[in-house]
């Protein structure tokens, strides 16, 4: 899938690039897990920019939720950002927007991470 | 063929409280807004046109019964769950006006919620009735026996004085009963599940209850969207929310909203019936979880629409 990553601040920021279903959840995964995994060696957050993302299926939606376990005996916090209305929705319907914190702009989530 | 639902609750058969009665009708009475009705028939029709299904009626509260008719003569019935004693009821008095008394049972599983209402079954009494059992378990004779025992009922089940017959099924095997073609998928479940794909006068209904969808492996869903292929009726378990199912819920084997439209749209089948309710969640909550499910079908459709539908006792859906 398209990918792109940035760093700043020693936070990793990943720009996933397109809907995640399950033609393309698995490759999902195995980016973001690493990332979570990057953000804890250089410890920082790890901040998803959904941006380019117009949807998400269940298995879009599993795959965060492996991050957030993978994160959860590290230092890392996930912050989510970027999101078209479809994607807070989904966020909603499921029950992920309880689970991960969302911010309304890359600065807002960059300014959270500077504040802890 | 008509799809009739006995028993839509999960785990537990739950009773509405005065409370939420005392909600219904103060809904009622602000809808209303002291409006004069001309007569009783003005009264129905106000109240099955204006009110939102929450104030008017109720999801209800027993577990797992859903019967297929029309298909033939026989009765098709998938699991006793506590709704099974009222379709007990009616189906006498469908036999009583000639239908025949057989009478067949696919299994979802054996968990208490599923069997309980077997032993309240009016049907099994009759000497001239013919019971059969389908299921993937090869225990089900045993746990009906079982919760008949002395320490737990006061009616052995060989008091009982129907015919019965128990038939294990295997997955990927097709059986004929009544009128119906059957295929049955093993699911994931504690002591394992079996969802049923029934084929019957050029229509198919899928029965998937308490199943647990492991979405990393890729190979069980393609199965699950296999047997949901084109399928006119999927009732499906959508008991939990995604976020609770992958998280505290894990492995308690259920499935939830999100799920079940995902594989539905894959599937490309034409209708979902959530099933298996939640036994805290009151009418409200499950409007709300409907009406969220229609929303996020609408949200993910690429092709034809999928309708959610929210079953209820009481609930018949026409194929």
Not at chain 2, 10 to 27: D, N
Request: aromatic share 10%; hydrophobic share 40%.
């Amino acid at each position: 899938m398209n990918w792109t990553k940035d760093i700043r601040q020693g936070n990793i920021i990943v720009f996933p690039g397109e809907p995640v279903d399950h033609e393309n959840a698995e490759d999902f995964e195995s980016r973001l897990i690493p990332s979570v995994k990057e953000a804890s060696r250089s410890g920082g957050s790890l901040i998803i920019d959904f941006h380019d993302v117009d949807y998400m299926t269940s298995v879009g939606l599993r795959a965060l939720m492996m991050a957030a376990k993978e994160a959860e005996p590290t230092s890392v916090k996930i912050l989510v950002t970027g999101m078209n209305e479809t994607m807070r929705e989904i966020f909603h319907i499921s029950g992920f927007e309880k689970l991960f914190v969302i911010h309304e702009s890359l600065e807002s989530a960059l300014d959270a991470t500077a504040a802890t | 063929m008509l799809v009739r639902f006995w028993g839509t609750r999960g785990s537990l058969p739950t009773a509405m409280r005065s409370s939420e009665v005392r909600g219904k009708l103060i809904g009622a009475l602000k809808a209303a807004n002291g409006r004069h009705f001309q007569s009783d028939t003005d009264i129905g029709d106000f109240v099955d046109n204006e009110l939102d299904f929450p104030i008017r009626a109720t999801y209800g509260g027993a577990s797992s019964c859903v019967e297929l008719d029309g298909a033939s003569d026989e009765y098709l019935v998938c699991d006793m769950g506590s709704g099974l004693r009222e379709f007990g009821l009616d189906a006498i008095r469908r036999s009583r006006d000639g239908r025949g008394k057989t009478y067949n049972f696919f299994m979802s599983h054996l968990h208490w919620d599923h069997i309980m209402g077997f032993p309240f079954f009016v049907p099994a009494f009759d000497p001239d009735v013919t019971i059969r059992i389908f299921g993937g378990h090869k225990t089900i004779e045993q746990a009906l026996r079982r919760q008949q025992e002395k320490i737990s009922f006061p009616v052995p089940f060989d008091f009982l004085k129907a015919r019965f017959e128990f038939t294990t099924l295997v997955p990927g095997e097709m059986a004929e009963v009544a009128g119906c073609r059957v295929e049955l998928i093993r699911q994931h479940h504690d002591n394992d599940s079996y969802g049923y794909r029934f084929s019957c006068n050029g229509k198919s209904v899928v029965y998937s209850t308490d199943s647990e969808h492991k979405l990393e492996d890729r190979i069980s869903i393609q199965r699950f969207v296999e047997i949901f292929r084109d399928a006119d009726l999927v009732v499906m378990d959508t008991m939990y929310s995604l976020a609770d199912a992958m998280s505290m819920k894990a492995d308690w084997g259920h499935s939830s909203n999100v799920v079940a439209v995902d594989l539905c749209h894959r599937a490309k089948a034409k209708r979902l019936a959530m099933f298996h309710h939640e036994p805290i969640f009151d009418d409200n909550t499950i409007r709300k979880i409907h009406l969220d499910t229609i929303r996020y079908e609408e949200l993910m459709r690429k092709e034809s629409a999928l309708e959610v539908l929210c079953a209820y006792d009481g609930f018949e859906v026409p194929l």
